[in-house]
C-alpha cells in the first residue's frame, strides 16, 4: 500500500470509528438520561450524529472522508477511484465503524460486543432507505461536482440529522453504519436478520443517486476524487 | 426545454422533495415520538426543515434551488428570469413537493394521500404569513444581490426554523410547501379552505419584500440567476 | 438623509424588528406549546433568536446589521461612524425594536402592547448583563477588526443562544432589545422598572469591552463601518 | 512579556474563562429550569458549550484561541511555540477557567467558590476521557495542518456538543476546564479527587492523537501557530 493510500485508508478508519461512536455512544447515553420521551432520545442522537459529521468532515476530508462504503463505490463508478484503493478504502470503513461500536459498549461500561436484537424491516423502512441513501449521495456528490468541497461538511451534517426524522428507518444510509449497529444492543442498534435489505437498499438508492447527479452536473468540475478535493 | 433548463427544473423538482419530505415526515415522527409536547414537537420539526435546507440548498445551489415559487416570481420580477424558465421551475415545485408528501406519508405506512383536516386561519396567522415570507425573501435576496450566494443556504436554514417559532402560523411561506401539505392529514397538514389566504398574504409578503430588497440593495451584484449564482 | 445613510437605517429597522419578532414571538409560542419545562421553552427561545440572528446579520449586513445600540456606539468611539449616522442607527433600532414587540403581539393574538410586568433585578442579573453584552461586543468586533465580517454572523448567532443559557439574566445584552422588550407582557417581557439598570450595565459592559478588543486587536484591519465591511 | 505574547495570553484568559461561563453557567441553569430530565439538561449544557466554543474562537483565533492546555502541548510538540510562550499560554489558560468559574457560580447567585463533590471516576469514563480529547485534537490540528484555520471553529463546536453524549464522561477533554470544573459544586462539577486521573488519560488521548495527525498531515500547510494562523 502506497504511503498515501494508507493515509486515506487509515482516515476512513479513525473517522468511520468515531463516526459510530457518535451513532451508538449518543443512543446509549439518550436512553439513560431521558428514559422517558423517544423523541428527546432521537433528537439527542440526531443532532449529535450531524455535529459529529460536520467536525469529523471538516477535520479530514483533506485526506478521506467518505466514511462510507456507498460514496466510495459511487467515486469509484464516476472514475474518480481505482479498484484498489476503493477495496482499501472500504475495508478501512467496516473496520472502522466495527472498532466505533466497541469503543461506545467499552466507554458506556458495556460489553464489547452484544448482537442487537431490534428488529428493523417492512415496506416503509425499505422505502425510507432508499430514499435516504438517494439524498445523502446527491448532497454530498452536489457539492463535490460543483467544485465545492468546503460545503460537504456542512451540508452532509444537516442532511443527516434532518434525515433520521424524516425517513421512517432514521436513515442508516450508510452499510458500514449498518454493519457495526449489529455490535450493540442499545437504542441503536440492528438485528442481524435486518441488515442484508437495508443494505440493499441502500445500494438501490445510491445507484439511482449517482444517476441524478450525473444529469444534473454533467461536468464535473474537479476531477480529483473526495480525499484530494478540499485542497 | 433545453438541456439546461431541465436539468434547472430537475434540481428544483428534487429538491423541493425533499424539502417536503423533510416537513411532513419529520411531523410525522415528532407526533409519533414525542406525543405529549407539542413544543417539542415543533423544535424538532423546525431544527430538520432548517438542517435539510442547509443541506439541499448547498447542494442544488449552482443548478438551482429557490424550492419555492415566490422566489421563483421575485426573480422574473428583477428580470433574471423569462417567461418560460418561470414556468417550468413553477410546475417543477409544485409537482416536487406533492411528490414529497406522497413519499414522506408512505415511508411512514401511511395512505399515498390523505387530505388534511387542519383548519389554519385567522387574522394572526394570516398577518404571520405576510411576515414570515417578507422575511424570507428579504433574508434570500440580502445575500444574492450582494454577491454573496454562498451565504444563503445558512441564512434560509437558519430563518426558516426561527420563522416556524416566532410567526404564529409556523411560517409556511411558500406556495409549494403550501398546497403540498394540504396532501397529509398529520402533523404539518393544512385544510385545503385554508390554502387560498395563506398563498395571498405570502404573495403580499413576497411583493413588499421585492420593494424592500430593491431599496436596500439597488444595484444587484450580479445579474444572474439563483440557479448560476452561486459559481 | 442621504441615500446611503437612508438605507442603513432602513435596513437597521428592519433588521431589528425581525430581531425582536424572533425574541418574544418564539418566547410566547415556547410557552403555549410546551407549557410544562420552562428549560424546553428557554431552549426553543435561544436556538431560535441564534437562527434568527444568523439569518438577519447574513442578509443585511452589506448594509448595516447592528441590530443594537452599544454596537453602534462602539463603532462610533472607534471613529467609523459620525455623530449624525450614529443617531439615525439609534434611532432607527429603537423604532424597529418597538415595531417588532408589536407585530409579535399581533401575529399571536394579543393587544399591540402591553406593558410587562416581569421584575429582573438583582446583583447576579446585573453582574450578568454587563458579562454578557462584555461578550457579545467581543465578539463582534474580534471578527470585524481581524477583518473577518463574513464570521460574524456566525459568532453572534451561536454567542446568543450559549449566553440566553450561562448568563442568569437569560443576555439582553441590547438596549434595543431591552426597550421592545417591555411592550409584551409575555415570557421574554421585562418591566419598565427593571430597565435603566439593565441598560446601565450593558453599557458598562460594552465599554469594558471596547478597551479589550482594543488591545487585543490594536490595529483595524479595515477602517471601514460594519456596515460597509462585508464587502 | 512581549506585547504580542501578552495579547496572546490575554485571549487566552479571556476564551477560556468564557467557555467555563458556557459550561458551568449553562449547567446551573438546564438543572433549575429542567429539573425533571437529566437528558434535557445535558442536550442544554451540550448546544451551549459547542455554540459558545464556535463563537469565541472565531473572535480570537487571529490571536489566539486553544483555550486548552493540551492543545497547546501539542503546538509546542510540533515547535510552533516556544517554552516561554507555551508556559504563559498554559497560565492564562488555568487563571482563566478559574475566573469564568467563579463568575459563572457569581451570576447565579451563587457563593462565588463551593467545591464540587461530584465522584467522577471508572474504566469507562477513564477511556472516555482518552477517547474525547483524541478526537478534539484531531479535528483542530486536522483543520490547522491542512491550512484551513477559518473551519476548526465550526469543527470544534460540532466535535464538542456530540461528545458530551457519546462519551460517558462527557467529554471534560481539557485540562483547564478540568480544574475549574473543581470550583462549582453545581451540575458539571468534578470532585478534586476525580481530577488527577481525568487530566492524566487527556494527556495520553492527545498524545496519541499528535501521532495520528502526524501521520495523517505529514506536511503542515503552514508553520505559523494557532495563534496566527488565522490570517
Redesign the interface.
Known amino acids: 500500500m502506497t504511503s498515501t493510500l494508507a ?1 486515506r485508508a ?2 476512513e478508519l ?1 473517522g468511520t470509528a ?1 463516526l459510530l ?6 443512543g446509549i ?2 436512553v ?13 442522537n ?11 468532515i ?3 476530508q ?2 478521506s472522508a467518505a466514511f462510507n462504503p456507498v460514496v466510495t463505490l459511487v467515486e469509484r463508478a464516476f472514475g474518480s477511484l481505482g479498484n484498489r484503493e476503493t477495496a482499501a478504502l472500504l475495508a478501512a470503513q467496516v473496520a472502522g465503524g466495527m472498532l466505533g461500536a466497541v ?2 459498549n ?4 458495556l460489553d464489547a460486543v452484544s448482537i442487537a436484537t431490534r428488529d428493523r424491516s ?4 425499505w ?2 432507505e432508499a ?1 435516504a441513501t438517494f ?1 445523502l449521495v ?3 456528490f ?2 463535490l461536482r ?3 468541497p ?2 460537504v ?7 443527516i ?3 433520521y ?5 432514521t436513515s442508516f444510509a450508510n452499510p458500514a453504519v449498518t454493519l457495526a449497529r449489529m455490535l450493540s444492543d442499545t437504542f441503536t442498534g440492528i438485528a442481524p436478520s435486518s441488515v442484508a435489505m437495508f443494505v440493499l437498499m441502500q445500494l438501490v438508492g445510491a445507484g439511482l443517486a449517482a444517476i ?1 447527479v450525473r ?4 461536468e464535473a468540475a474537479r476531477s480529483l476524487p473526495v480525499e484530494r478535493s ?2
Open positions: 493515509r487509515g482516515a479513525v468515531f461512536m457518535a451513532v451508538i455512544g449518543s447515553a439518550a439513560r438520561l431521558s428514559p422517558d420521551d423517544t423523541g428527546l432520545q432521537l433528537l439527542q440526531s443532532v449529535v450524529t450531524g455535529a459529529a459529521l460536520v467536525a469529523l471538516l477535520a479530514l483533506p485526506v469503543l461506545a467499552l466507554m458506556f461500561d417492512g415496506g416503509g423502512l422505502l425510507a430514499v439524498g446527491l448532497v454530498i452536489g457539492g460543483s467544485g465545492r468546503e460545503t461538511a456542512f451540508a452532509v451534517g444537516g442532511y440529522t434532518a434525515a426524522w424524516f425517513t421512517s428507518s441524478v444529469a444534473l452536473y454533467p478540499a485542497r
